[in-house]
């Protein structure tokens, strides 16, 4: 039985055209209720980073290409360490290297069903509070983990 990914990925290969694929549940979440502006404008940059092969590995967006999607540059760190903490999507760091991204929510390949919904764990006040914790972060605050 295929997944709603692998049937929407599907229609969009026969249309030709490249489409957003975001979960509704991620949607109605408490967690992406939480999100700021820079936050949803990160997240749509790592989500066009998918390309039309739509592999969700090793995502590479720059710092530039944030700014570029309406991210505020203060605010880059900050809005990735929020999504990260709201399980929304994954950080692959390697020293001396840039940062992956990986879009928590979707599958690896549209052949596979490794996506997460951890992203549905948090009430909206744990969502908020997280959130808030970790853009705070930046400011000399560090909330403990």
Excluded: W
């Excluded at 404008?41 to 710092?63: F, K, Q, W």
């Excluded at 997280?130 to 000399?140: E, T, V």
């Amino acid at each position: 039985m295929k997944t709603a990914y692998q049937i929407a990925f599907e229609e969009m290969k026969e249309s030709g055209e490249d489409v957003l694929l975001v979960p509704c549940a991620l949607i109605s979440s408490p967690a992406y209720r939480a999100l700021n502006t820079n936050e949803y404008r990160a997240l749509t940059c790592i989500n066009l980073a998918l390309g039309p092969d739509h592999i969700n590995e090793g995502l590479s967006v720059t710092h530039t290409d944030f700014e570029q999607g309406g991210v505020n540059h203060k605010r880059v760190a900050s809005t990735l360490r929020v999504l990260e903490a709201l399980r929304i999507i994954d950080i692959i760091r390697s020293p001396g290297m840039p940062n992956l991204y990986r879009l928590a929510f979707l599958p690896r390949s549209p052949t596979a069903d490794d996506a997460s919904d951890e992203y549905l764990k948090f009430t909206l006040v744990e969502a908020k509070a997280i959130a808030k914790a970790h853009r705070l972060r930046g400011n000399g605050f560090c909330p403990t983990r």
